[in-house]
């Protein structure tokens, strides 16, 4: 049983530890622009250095995220085709929410999203079309959200839909009337703490020690 209960920790251990940036939010039309928004969804942060964006052409280094910097456990960023303070403005976010404006290679009604890590490697792609049975939302004026974690990284805009004033995501109104929650995102909640990993880690300690006196 303590063999079985290391190795579930251990496992546990090791998949939390790796960190996993993903697509969370998007929206190809609104009042204050476009954006998209990436979440590292992984237990450390992470250096966004060299990496990139690019949509259906799937060329890494074409918008550069360098801009973003040590982007922690849990924290979501944006990228927008306006400037970083108008898109605040408008959705009254915090200075410290990262925004990078300017993005100018517009996504579209129907089309992908892809996102490099610094040496070029695909680390998250999602392609929609502009309509559910096309597959996916259409996102004029309300971003679009995933209805699980699990379609985080699926690549699958069916599992994704429209947000709404209120829903899990707290979505609101900006003041140019779309609807969505950049910056924020309800999947943060599943980063675990710092504290459960000091659990696991004395967890671990504790059943070495109970095997060293067995032998």
């Keep these: 049983m303590n063999k079985l209960l290391a190795a579930l920790l251990v496992a546990g251990f090791a998949s939390q530890a790796q960190a996993e940036v993903r697509i969370t939010e998007w929206m190809y039309s609104g009042g204050s622009g476009e954006f998209i928004e990436f979440t590292n ?128 995501e707290g979505s609101y109104a900006s003041l140019s009337a779309a609807v969505g929650s950049p910056g924020t995102t309800a999947f943060a909640a599943a980063v675990p703490e710092p504290e459960t990993y000091a659990m696991l880690l004395a967890g671990l300690g504790l059943i070495g020690f109970m095997a060293r006196r067995r032998a």
């Design 41 to 168: 969804l992984g237990a450390t942060a992470v250096n966004f250095a060299g990496w990139s964006y690019d949509d259906d052409s799937r060329t890494p280094g074409v918008f550069n995220l360098s801009g973003f910097g040590m982007v922690a456990s849990g924290e979501s960023v944006v990228i927008t085709e306006t400037s970083a303070d108008t898109f605040r403005l408008d959705w009254g976010l915090a200075a410290t929410v990262k925004v990078l404006g300017g993005y100018t290679n517009n996504i579209g009604r129907a089309d992908e999203l892809n996102l490099f890590d610094g040496t070029g490697a695909l680390v998250d792609r999602l392609t929609y079309g502009d309509n559910t049975a096309a597959g996916g939302p259409r996102t004029q004026n309300v971003s679009g959200r995933a209805m699980s974690v699990a379609a985080l990284g699926a690549n699958d805009a069916k599992q994704w839909v429209l947000s709404s004033v209120g829903d899990v």
